[in-house]
């Protein structure tokens, strides 16, 4: 069959790994001029299989004031004149419950863990080097009470196989030394051993090289903008694209944050919105012990800190705000500013940083949509928001084994258009 695959990030790239080697002629469209360049270039580098609640949760109607008012809180919004906006935000506010934000983290958790063995299976075949390694993931908190309710997460992720403990804040410095300078802002921490750490961007650049080189019915189509679809008789025909049409057997939907606008070409309403998240990459020499070597999420600050290999990735924010790509120089600055304040060894020169914006692809629950759409042969692999580094080679293998009629290898109808 041959199948074509809309976006070269993490998501399209596993799924264009995961069809390959099935024995599909898979063709790669992207707008980009390589592979891995768009939300999966600079995003926080964590692999948390063990930590995706997601961020509905009814936390957030006791934060909103603060969202809303405060305009250097994590999370922020700037209201604009665009349906999709409003939709997206009413229907994630729906799922801002206790019950509706369970039920989401016992399907991400099961994605999570079959992603994590997917991923193993990937690296035995490919032996990619994208400085993976386990890290182990220390959750740091600010309060009695933010640490009461983690507790209770962990309790419950206990009961899905989770394996997490809560820490008082001495025991979590005996884990992570590097933290000890700020020992007075935490009164303890969740740490989750299993968690590891990876070059997203890397993976990427590797796979699609990896893909050329051993598998000749894969190609690269760079440059190519994706511009309508045309439809007929409820079947996709061809993608009209900047290099002319492209027609295929079945096409998959794995563009990221532009999923929803490509999608509604096609007659679709799909529920993705884009999260604009910064991070800032800063040089960490391994004989540096006054930086973590332990990946670390600031909880209050919604900050996470992830080591790989000889540079430090520190990533936050959550920006409702459309698909503005400007980079803010007092958000890049605030998260070096956070960086310091923790790890004072850090240089205050931003000429020695790199700043970088991506888009989330979020879902308004945080569960992403994997499979076939009312499109018959067009499939869907979006809306994965922070996790699609976590989620991608489950994702990729649960989409692959759709389209070449096996059973799924876990359940997969929670992910369904």
């Known amino acids: 069959m041959k199948v074509c695959i809309i976006g070269a990030g993490v998501i399209g790239l596993t799924t264009a790994y995961a069809l390959a080697r099935r024995g599909h002629d898979v063709s790669i469209v992207e707008a980009h001029d390589g592979a891995g360049e768009g939300a999966s270039f600079g995003n926080g580098a964590q692999l948390s299989y063990s930590y995706v609640a997601p961020l509905a949760d009814a936390s957030v109607w006791a934060s909103m004031p603060s969202y809303l008012l405060n305009p250097d809180s994590p999370l922020s919004w700037r209201p604009a004149l665009e349906l999709a906006q409003w939709k997206w935000l009413c229907s994630f506010l729906i799922a801002c419950n206790q019950r509706k934000s369970r039920q989401t983290t016992a399907e991400l958790l099961r994605l999570a863990f079959y992603s994590r063995n997917c991923l193993a299976n990937l690296q035995e075949q490919l032996s990619l080097d994208f400085d993976l390694r386990q890290a182990g993931k220390l959750v740091m908190y600010s309060s009695d009470a933010a640490l009461k309710a983690a507790a209770a997460q962990v309790a419950y992720q206990a009961q899905l196989g989770c394996e997490q403990q809560v820490l008082s804040t001495q025991a979590c410095l005996d884990i992570e030394p590097a933290l000890a300078h700020a020992a007075a802002r935490w009164v303890g921490g969740v740490y989750t051993p299993s968690e590891d750490v990876g070059d997203c961007a890397r993976f990427c650049r590797q796979l699609s090289q990896a893909l050329m080189q051993y598998y ?62 910064y991070s800032i990459t800063l040089d960490a020499p391994a004989a540096d012990a006054s930086l973590p070597s332990v990946s670390i999420t600031d909880s209050a600050r919604k900050i996470v800190y992830a080591r790989i290999g000889d540079r430090l990735r520190v990533a936050g924010r959550v920006e409702i705000v459309g698909h503005d790509m400007q980079i803010n120089a007092a958000r890049a600055q605030s998260l070096l500013t956070e960086t310091q304040a923790l790890f004072p060894t850090v240089s205050a020169d931003t000429d020695a940083m790199h700043s970088w914006v991506g888009m989330r692809p979020a879902t308004p629950t945080g569960i992403p949509i994997i499979g076939a759409s009312p499109v018959s042969n067009l499939y869907l692999n979006a809306g994965h928001g922070a996790l699609g580094w976590t989620l991608a080679c489950g994702s990729a293998e649960l989409l692959a084994q759709q389209i070449n009629g096996e059973q799924s290898a876990i359940a997969s109808t929670h992910y369904q258009y």
């Open 216 to 277: 000749p019915n894969v190609k690269f189509l760079y440059h190519t903008q994706v511009n309508g679809m045309l439809v007929q008789a409820g079947k996709l025909q061809a993608l009209q694209t900047s290099q002319g049409d492209i027609s295929a057997d079945a096409f998959v939907l794995a563009n990221g944050s532009h999923a929803a606008t490509l999608a509604a070409k096609a007659g679709l309403s799909l529920p993705v919105y884009p999260l604009k998240g």
